[in-house]
C-alpha cells in the first residue's frame, strides 16, 4: 500500500521546518512530523525515511499525505475524534443521586456500585 506523495518545499517552508524540527522545545509528535516532511522533500524512498527517524512507513505515508492535503497547519494539530463512549445522560445522574439518599436494597448497610448501578441500569464503569 505505498503511498506516491511529493513533498515540494519552498525555501520559506524549509527553513520553518527546519527551526521546527531543531527546536528542543516542541512537542516530539511536531518534531517528529517535521523531520520526516524534511526528509521526504529530500527524495528519501517512506523506508529509509521511516528507519532514520525511527517510525513506521505507514506513518511517514500518513504525515506525508497530511502535508499534502493541509500544509504545514496539518503537521501541528491532530485530526479530532468521536469520544469512545456517549456519556450519561441528566436524567440517569439524577436518578443515582435521587437513589443514594434512599435505603439500599436487600438489608444491605450502604449502596455499592454494583447494586446502584444494577438499579439504575447502567454499568459500573458508566462515565459521566
Known amino acids: 500500500m505505498a503511498q506516491q506523495v511529493c513533498v515540494v518545499l519552498s525555501t520559506a517552508e524549509r527553513e520553518q521546518r527546519m527551526a521546527i524540527a531543531a527546536d528542543r522545545k516542541r512537542p516530539r509528535k511536531h518534531i517528529e512530523r517535521a523531520r520526516i516532511v524534511l526528509a521526504s522533500a529530500d527524495r528519501h524512498s517512506a ?24 500544509g504545514a497547519d496539518g503537521l501541528l494539530r491532530d485530526k479530532t475524534r468521536k469520544p469512545g463512549k456517549a456519556p450519561i445522560a441528566a436524567e440517569v445522574t439524577a436518578r443515582v443521586v435521587a437513589l443514594t439518599c434512599t435505603e439500599p436494597p436487600h438489608e444491605a448497610t450502604h449502596w455499592t456500585g454494583r447494586s446502584m448501578a444494577k438499579a439504575v441500569g447502567i454499568s459500573v464503569i458508566a462515565r459521566t
Do not use: D, M
Open 47 to 70: 523506508q529509509r525515511v521511516a528507519q532514520r527517524i525511527g517510525v513506521s512507513r505507514p506513518t511517514v505515508w500518513r504525515w506525508q499525505q497530511r502535508f499534502a492535503e493541509s
